[in-house]
Structure formats: C-alpha cells, structure tokens
C-alpha cells in the first residue's frame, strides 16, 4: 500500500473512514480486528484503490524504500526525496513560526575534471564530498543530491549563522582531501551558497533560487568559499543573529548586560539594548550559539546609537576577535564577511 499517495485532506478522510470500518467488522465479526487488516480490507472492498494487493515482507519493503530514495552513485537521499522534505520542512516551519536553512554545494571546476581525469574520477569526487557531508553533518540534518553535481542540505530549526559555520566545515574538509584515481593523486574545492528561510525567501522555488545565487556568488568570487544570499550585496553583508549575547563595558566595572543580538555586518554587530551606550565606549562581547562548543569573546568600540521607543539599536565596530582555540563560527565569520584573517587576536585601531 506504500504506493498510494493521497493530498492532506484525502488522507485524513481515508483515516476516518478506516477507523469506521475497522470497528464495523469488529461488530460483524464479533472478533478484535488489527489495523493493518481493516486497512486492506478498506482499500480492496470499499474504496477500490487496491484491484490485486501483494503480500510482500517488511524488509524486502524497507529496502525496495531504501531504494527509491536514495541517489546509487553517492548514497546520499535523491532528488524525489528532497523535493518531498524542503515541502515537509516549510510546512513545519510555517506552522511553528519556525525557520531553517538551505545549502547548496557545488565541487569547483568539475566539468573540467570530468574532460581531463574522466567521468569516473568525478563520480570519485562526488562520492567523497558526499561522505564528508554525512560525516560533518548534524543527525536532524537531511543531505541529497539535488541534481549532477549539485548537492545540498536542509537544515531545520537552524539559523544562517550556524548553517555557516557547517558550511565551512564540509568546504575545508574537501579542501584536505586528497583523492586517488588510477595511481594519480588531486584534490578538489568546494564552493556553497546559503539561504534561509523566512529571512530570505517565503517559498520553496524562492529559497532554492536564494541559495542557487548564492552559490552563483561564492564561484564568481573565486571560488572555494561559502556565500550567504544577500539582496544588497553592494553595500554590506548582513547576517541575522537574533540571539541573546552579553556585553560589558571594558574601562570601568559594571554588571554584565544581556543584550537581544540582531546581525552581524562586515562593520561589526548591531544588537538591542534596554539602556544607551555612550559612542567610543570599548566593550567586550561575548557570543554563544548552539553550534559551537565555547563562545565567542569580541572586544568591539561603540560605533552607532539609534533611540526606540523601547530600547536602544547599538551599532559596535570589532576591535579584537578572540580565536585562541581556533573558533569555527569566529573563523567562519571572518571569512565570510571579509575579516581580515590578521584580525583575530590582534587589535584593530577602531578609526581605520
């Protein structure tokens, strides 16, 4: 009966209706009735969507599922399956007030390999960033094969600051692979595109649009990176960050102040605050986020105050990015909103 696909509505009527007869041959039978034979019963005798059911066993049908869903050259969910969870994922997300993320990767430069090492080594080349995205990925997340050498992964209930730092993983993990076809060793790079929703698109063909041109962006930007869709590209990155972070001001002793963070700019942090911070105060920051082990420390300069009617919008430029244990998201944010790498742990002059 795995074959049967009904919308929402008729599925739920289907229910209804099975549960009905399921207690009608119970009282017919005057014998308990499982499921599973109200079911066939059901949709043989009275709905007529089954003319010749087959009894086939579970495991052959798991696998024959298993099949069906899965991409043969990479072993990663197909295209079919993706289509049906990127719907499931909105869905939720849109019933929850949810949000997540959508990356799409590409390995760079691949129709070249594929006219100079043969089609062979770039099923290799796939294969292998295929295993490093299962390896890297968290468990709720989903990896498919979106089409030839495109793939991509959904990330539930994950913001692009944490699909970033993911993201990044996956891209350097490829870049230290080294791969081997036919006694000759090379390697291969990796370029991917971030979107997320809602913040990007409201619906799947404009979320997978979003991350397509982002992805468009991080190869035309040299390729081997990881771009998040941006529609003012001209002017600054922005990445949201609505997360709680706490600050406390560097010269002088004062109570830490847990502050609403609001994004990230390749000019710093804007975040909301209850009360004013004077301009030119230095502060320290400290950032966490479910991705990472430990926090990020930023000492950062008070750039901008905007009064609300409620709070305050603060607008910090960074000084200082403390990476003494070599930070992923610092690292990633960084890379990402072109820090200069000399930057982390080493002090900026706030005027420059």
């Known amino acids: 009966m795995t074959h049967l696909e009904f919308s929402t509505q008729d599925a739920k009527a289907n229910w209804d209706n099975i549960l009905k007869h399921q207690n009608l041959l119970e009282v017919k039978l005057d014998r308990p009735v499982k499921l599973i034979t109200a079911m066939c019963d059901y949709f043989s005798d009275v709905s007529k969507h089954l003319r010749t059911p087959t009894m086939i066993e579970l495991q052959a049908l798991e696998e024959t599922r298993k099949i069906s869903r899965t991409d043969g050259l990479t072993g990663l969910f197909n295209r079919r399956f993706f289509d049906e969870a990127l719907d499931g994922e909105i869905n939720r997300a849109i019933r929850n007030d949810g949000n997540f993320t959508l990356i799409f990767f590409d390995p760079d430069n691949f129709k070249k390999l594929n006219d100079t090492q043969g089609h062979q080594a770039g099923d290799l080349t796939l294969k292998r960033v295929a295993e490093i995205m299962i390896v890297e990925k968290r468990t709720e997340d989903i990896a498919c094969r979106y089409g030839g050498e495109e793939l991509v992964l959904i990330l539930p209930e994950t913001k ?151 709070y305050y919008d603060i607008g910090v430029s960074f000084v200082e990015i403390d990476d003494t244990d070599g930070n992923e998201i610092a690292q990633a944010l960084a890379k990402n909103l072109g820090i200069p790498a000399s930057s982390l742990n080493q002090k900026k002059n706030p005027e420059n």
Request: proline share 2%; hydrophobic share 40%; aromatic share 6%.
């Open 160 to 310: 692009k600051v944490s699909a970033l730092v993911i993201a990044e993983r996956i891209r350097q993990k490829v870049e230290e692979a080294e791969l081997e076809f036919e006694g000759n060793s090379f390697g291969v790079t990796l370029s991917g595109g971030v979107a997320a929703y809602p913040l990007d698109a409201q619906n799947i063909k404009s979320l997978i649009h979003a991350a397509d041109i982002a992805l468009y962006q991080a190869k035309e930007n040299g390729r081997n990176r990881i771009c998040l869709h941006d529609l003012d590209k001209r002017h600054y990155i922005r990445i949201d960050f609505a997360e709680e972070v706490q600050v406390i001001k560097v010269d002088q002793e004062s109570e830490q102040l847990n502050v609403q963070g609001k994004n990230f700019s390749n000019s710093g942090l804007l975040f909301e605050s209850p009360v004013a911070i004077e301009i030119g105060t230095q502060i320290q920051i400290q950032i966490a986020d479910k991705s990472i082990s430990k926090p990020i420390i930023v000492k950062a300069q008070v750039a901008r105050v905007e009064k609300f009617k409620s």
